[in-house]
């Protein structure tokens, strides 16, 4: 008999059929007489009740099943009596295929801090929170490129080592093969990069952006998703130093059309979500209202149901930049002085004032564009004022800023002269001046953090906790 | 009036409807009356084709439509009189967007070689033959990803920066942030990694697989479709530095079960293929068919499209290496002395083996199983003969190995003697030793390498062709 997964049989499994259900043991309870062992085989983040008749089993085989312990049970569907399911598989036949030792297997039903899960990451995936979290993460990956494919975009591998630093978007990792200790060296007594791999000295990416652009001014649409690194000594729920990031890129496209669609795109995902992850939606709205219930009222978040389907069903606001600054500057805590961070035009916002025109002032999702040319890259296309450049960047409640994106510059000598103003070396940048040099045209895009906006989706509140494997300093564990 | 996507206007343009289409011109022809400009936008390897009534227009604009340059053109659909397409576009105005200099824009008309456009990679997406690969790039990448959230399986971000050099599988390239120069040393006068970014030495991944057993061992069934990487020195038309590998894990499967897996999972995305990108594959066919048509008959590929449909329609023949061994030791080839390499038990087999058995003694798709185990890692699951392991590969026509997996080891205890055997350092995996020690199960993957994917379905016969922006040694451009 072919063996089922667990989120068939509660799906379609009907009283009196025989099944086979391998998985892993989550809790076992019950009497002298009866055992109930919740089996989960992560199809889903639903158990299967496993119903023994504890005089029919040898008792060799029953204390082998602890909380770990991986089992094939055969046996007959019937209906349950018990709350939470409606169907429960009575055991005729059950393998322990694995042991867990309860002394040993660290993962006991027992609730266990996030900080404990983190340093047993390779584990984690077992339990309810994880397991939600990484289906919901494998959800929204999946909504993203059905999404972008369903418009025409294409999916473009932009490189992950590269030699060039243009847009200064933050510390990189050096990627080499020369030996270590004692790197050969140039006559001026450089480290001499023309005997690396490459034959030049490359470091991992910051973003697939300026090679995007290079497909879309062909393609027309394209977009990356893919990873990216940061060697920042940033040890925060926010931060990861290997992250992946989601990069359209858009030929003919203006500041407007560009803002639709990361509007669009992000209510399309979100959409994805509450149609297709109810269960684990749930199942992490509990886990944070119950992590909330001791803070005040006015501390706690939306809740996280309804927190998505509000994104969901709200235009998002749109203004400058400049507009922004001015509501900052007549509101309430700016005038009680309780922003921690001046407002005033030419700052960078900071989270606090992000959070304050999406969660007091407007009460929704903002779109703000215009920003100071001097806060933003290179690339951005210049307004006419000399002062502005046409960025936009989407802030949600609970994050900030979750995109960032803008029109880019496709005049050449715009472009050039921006970029000698800003020290970037325009001779390096040659392949990317040619786009703007041949054929040139308006266009745009925008990037999206894929982890902040997977701790938007789960309502998690660090980082670490959405990835796999988290990278960050002093710790590439696993 | 907003723009239409050329795909769309050829798709479902009417005689007397008005548009506008923006792109770029890849050829202009006609007479002092009339023009002809073929217009591509990326959204299909199809050209609109303009017609110009050259009175009309002023002599500086049409001065400026050269190849390279894009336009917006505004008129009236009507029927087209010429061959190869039923419509055409009467212009009414043009608006040269960005002019490209004859004198300066590399992509002409005229047929360019490969390597030419692999020095013009940021501009080669504006011709027939990397539009068309990109756009199946991107289409395979998706039936990917289709196939496997279809079947329940969650997509994993596996870590590409990573401690652990467990695999073996290669040359690894060396992550850091210390001055490259003068590194801080031990007293003993090593290189003090616990002074780098993470801590200790990190590398780039040459495999998500390890990690990816973390996943299957929780969650059931994962996929990586993540970037590896190998400093391997190796200079050939089948090797990239930084490459896209799919990395699919099961629990509860065992070798049959991955087999089955892998010939449907390659069967959906060539018949993904068959089904969304003819007009692209077409090209490629003709393409192919041109570039070969001065070799000698029996040196011919099989065409395209016909190589594509023969997968779908055929059952891989399965048979062991042993059985493999003693076929090629039979065959004329090995008889005559005219394998360069040696047949005997024991070896790796060469790629001229492997296309002996699929080309010339099945004429089919093979999976090879149970491999001799001192040419196969450390992980793979041990056969009651001692001597082999069930490793799989499947081998394709002109390709070779395609796909290469294994039933894993999931006795610990064997698992950890095979390891010493290997030299492996046992301690360092203790995470993986783990999901051995705590409900183990049977479980089983493989690997695809995605370029010898998009290889095979575009019948390109460089890997440099099939990945936007090629790595590889000395050379890291874009």
């Not at 099943?65 to 009575?90: D, F, K, M, R, Y």
Request: glycine share 6%; aromatic share 10%.
């Amino acid at each position: 008999m072919a063996r089922l997964k667990i989120k068939d049989i509660l799906k379609s499994g009907k009283a009196g059929d025989e099944v086979v259900a391998k998985g892993w043991v989550r809790t076992k309870r019950g009497s002298k007489n009866v055992n109930f062992i919740a089996l989960n085989d992560g199809s889903t983040i639903n158990n299967l009740q496993i119903v023994v008749d504890v005089e029919s089993f040898d008792e060799a085989v029953l204390r082998d099943i602890n909380t770990g312990a991986s089992l094939a049970v055969t046996g007959t569907l019937v209906e349950s009596a018990g709350s939470g399911q409606n169907i429960e598989l009575n055991a005729r036949e059950i393998k322990v295929l694995g042991k867990a030792d309860p002394e040993k297997f660290p993962i006991q039903s027992k609730k266990h801090s996030l900080e404990f899960l983190r340093e047993n990451a390779h584990l984690r995936f077992r339990t309810n929170t994880f397991g939600a979290i990484f289906r919901i993460r494998h959800a929204m990956a999946f909504a993203i490129h059905k999404y972008f494919n369903e418009k025409g975009f294409n999916y473009l591998h932009t490189p992950i080592i590269t030699a060039s630093d243009a847009e200064g978007a933050g510390q990189m990792f050096r990627v080499s093969t020369l030996d270590a200790k004692n790197p050969p060296l140039t006559e001026e007594g450089a480290i001499d990069y023309s005997q690396d791999f490459f034959g030049r000295a490359t470091n991992l990416t910051v973003s697939g952006q300026l090679e995007g652009e290079l497909g879309a001014l062909a393609l027309g649409e394209i977009y990356t998703f893919g990873p990216t690194f940061r060697a920042e000594n940033s040890n925060t729920t926010r931060h990861l130093a290997e992250f992946w990031m989601i990069e359209p890129e858009m030929a003919f496209y203006d500041l407007k059309d560009n803002m639709d669609l990361a509007e669009e795109f992000l209510k399309s995902c979100i959409k994805y979500a509450l149609d297709n992850c109810m269960d684990d939606l749930k199942f992490l709205a509990q886990r944070l209202e119950q992590e909330e219930k001791n803070k005040p009222q006015d501390q706690r978040s939306m809740p996280l149901i309804e927190k998505l389907q509000f994104v969901l069903d709200n235009d998002f606001i749109r203004l400058t930049y400049t507009e922004a600054i001015d509501i900052l500057r007549n509101s309430k805590p700016f005038k009680k002085n309780q922003f921690q961070f001046p407002v005033e035009w030419g700052i960078d916002l900071q989270s606090e004032h992000e959070r304050y025109l999406v969660e007091k002032h407007f009460k929704c999702p903002v779109i703000l564009t215009d920003y100071p040319k001097d806060i933003k890259a290179f690339y951005m296309k210049q307004n006419d004022d000399n002062k502005t450049v046409r960025a936009m960047d989407v802030l949600f409640p609970q994050i900030g800023e979750i995109i960032g994106g803008s029109q880019r510059e496709e005049d050449l000598t715009k472009l050039e002269n921006r970029m000698k103003e800003m020290d970037i070396p325009v001779d390096e940048m040659w392949w990317y001046l040619d786009t703007r040099r041949f054929g040139s045209v308006v266009h745009s895009g925008f990037g999206l953090g894929f982890e902040r906006f997977i701790l938007f989706v789960t309502g998690m509140g660090n980082i670490r906790d959405v990835i796999a494997f988290p990278r960050t300093p002093k710790n590439a564990e696993f």
